[in-house]
């Protein structure tokens, strides 16, 4: 069992219409998951645009309303502000966001940026205050030299590296990083992602790492999450899911990883073409007339796939 348990939770958002406003149907954007937290491991939730994947992670740190669903922490619902801050959650759970340039304030520094998290949960000196903040630099490979600078005079790499150490501020149990990495080119990408592993063995932080790229979720994670349509499609550790995919989507996600294989070029292409073709028309076997992904089931204690009851290929 983790530190955090998130309960068959449901996002959906209403659509309405007419002249009275009335609200006519729904969006489903999460539609009753069920995930658990446990210390110093990360966790990939992966899926296309649009899945509902970032909007658990918003739900979970509170941006974002739960319409009905718990989420636990320490065995506690704190699914309501009030809950939340009673058990202090907001300061073991920060989050690292896609954009980082649009999640700082350009009118202030990086030393009052970073020391935010630090100001509103611990009671420091200006003095000891600043110590950490430069301590926090040096984590991401930063030097004295940024504190006064603004967020603008940085690159998108060095803008997300201290978005990593604005979350580490509050020493945080759980960090969730949605889409940390996708707008950086790949040099970057890689830089970031081992800063950020380089931090969890040191400081023994747990990931909710959020992304679209199967590549990096292989380099990063523990235990995945498949998402579509608002549902998890399979769920389990990382080599369960990478060396025995179940799910058609699953296997749609994975044969769109770019391989450098040049030798087997036409091979690769008939493959992803092949389950292009079982994902267009295996639709009934992973999901319902009105195109819901079903109910989880278990393969292995620790690997399940979304089926019905008579399974699929």
Do not use: W
Not at 77 to 84: E, L, P
Not at 148 to 171: C, D, M, T, W
Not at 303 to 308: E, Q, S
């Amino acid at each position: 069992m983790g530190f955090i348990e998130v309960k068959d939770l449901k996002v959906h958002y209403p659509i309405r219409s007419g002249f009275f406003n009335r609200v006519t149907d729904y969006v489903y954007a999460v539609d009753g998951v069920d995930l658990h937290i446990e210390a110093g491991k990360t966790y990939g939730l992966v899926g296309e645009s649009g899945s509902g994947k970032s909007t658990i992670g918003k739900t979970i740190i509170g941006l974002e309303k739960a319409t009905s669903g718990k989420v636990f922490y320490e065995g506690k619902d704190v699914t309501n502000k009030q809950r939340r801050d009673k058990e202090h959650f907001s300061k073991n759970v920060q989050m690292i966001f896609q954009d980082s340039l649009s999640s700082f304030n350009p009118k202030k520094r990086i030393l009052d940026i970073i020391a935010e998290p630090i100001r509103n949960f611990e009671r420091l000196s200006a003095g000891e205050e600043r110590q950490k903040v430069l301590s926090l630099l040096d984590t991401i490979g930063l030097g004295e030299e940024a504190l006064y600078k603004y967020p603008h005079e940085f690159s998108g790499g060095q803008r997300q590296r201290i978005g990593v150490a604005r979350a580490l501020a509050s020493n945080p149990r759980l960090i969730i990083a949605d889409e940390p990495v996708s707008a950086l080119d790949l040099s970057v990408q890689a830089q970031i992602l081992n800063y950020m592993k380089r931090i969890q063995e040191e400081f023994n932080v747990s990931y909710l790492f959020i992304s679209h790229d199967l590549g990096v979720v292989r380099h990063m994670c523990d235990e995945l999450y498949i998402m579509y349509r608002g549902r998890f499609v399979e769920t389990g550790k990382k080599a369960e899911i990478y060396s025995d995919p179940r799910h058609i989507y699953t296997k749609r996600l994975l044969s769109a990883v770019p391989t450098l294989d040049p030798v087997n070029r036409d091979a690769n292409k008939a493959k992803r073409r092949e389950t292009e073709k079982a994902f267009r028309e295996q639709q009934a076997q992973y999901f319902d007339a009105n195109g819901r992904v079903f109910d989880l089931q278990d393969i292995t204690p620790s690997h399940k796939v979304a089926l019905d009851s008579k399974g699929g290929r």
